[in-house]
């Protein structure tokens, strides 16, 4: 499908890590890997000397979107991602790997924590996400209110098919988590309540992450700010990502 893609950019100097985006937009046709905020990081990172890989996956209305196809779509593009490194000779890159997910991309990359992966992160940075997949259909998230029962298939928790495969499409049901991770959340989100990531992050730290997990609270911030490259809120979820990397870089 022209949808399972990805676009690797590079660096003009030799990168020294990899950052791999995912966008959000609730899994509708009319987000895509070029029209969200979130691309306005390509840039940014560029700049810093960082490889930077643009995610596309297929949508709610594409043939085999939906869970679990979308979400096999970042796996298979993952897998194909190494395979052009290694052509590309960059591998060195793959000791510093770092996920950025927004909204149900945010929701997406805390997902790839728990699958088995061609390329593994070093640090997961989840953006605003939709981490509680059951509370996200109770909340009737989305300006229409159907977003995650659309992409589940229709299906909703309240049957025993339904709650089996929202709690394996559910972050907060895949704990405990085993990768840095940097949690982001604007205190003036409209589109995902702020409180379903304190909620997740809360899950993190009782499961045992507390020395994994690192919560960013940005006042004023909505939901599209957090990921936009000129915003003084990306400059601070930024400025958390430094401290983790190098912390890790001393390890």
């Not at 960059?90 to 061609?118: C, K, P, R, Y």
Request: proline share 6%; aromatic share 8%; net charge negative.
């Amino acid at each position: 499908h022209p949808h399972q893609c990805l676009k690797l950019f590079l660096p003009s100097s030799t990168p020294q890590a990899l950052f791999v985006l995912v966008h959000g937009g609730y899994w509708k046709q009319k987000w895509d890997v070029d029209n969200t905020p979130l691309p306005s990081l390509r840039p940014f990172l560029l700049d810093k000397g960082f490889a930077v890989a643009d995610v596309e996956y297929r949508r709610r209305e594409d043939e085999g979107g939906r869970w679990p196809g979308t979400n096999q779509d970042i796996v298979s593009a993952l897998g194909r991602l190494k395979e052009v490194i290694d052509q590309e000779g960059i591998g060195e890159v793959l000791s510093d790997v770092t996920f950025i997910g927004h909204s149900v991309g945010g929701q997406m990359v805390l997902w790839l924590d728990s699958q088995d992966l061609a390329i593994k992160p070093t640090t997961i940075v989840s953006v605003a996400p939709v981490a509680d997949m059951i509370e996200g259909y109770r909340q009737k998230l989305s300006d229409e209110g159907d977003a995650v029962e659309i992409f589940m298939n229709g299906l909703t928790p309240d049957t025993e098919e339904g709650l089996r495969e929202y709690k394996k499409a559910s972050p907060a049901h895949l704990l405990p988590f085993s990768t840095p991770l940097i949690l982001a959340i604007g205190s003036e989100d409209m589109a995902v309540p702020p409180q379903m990531g304190l909620d997740y992050y809360q899950k993190v730290v009782e499961s045992g992450g507390s020395q994994l997990a690192t919560l960013v609270q940005v006042e004023g911030a909505d939901h599209y700010t957090l990921v936009t490259a000129s915003e003084q809120a990306w400059l601070q979820i930024y400025s958390a990502l430094e401290v983790v990397r190098a912390k890790l870089r001393t390890k």
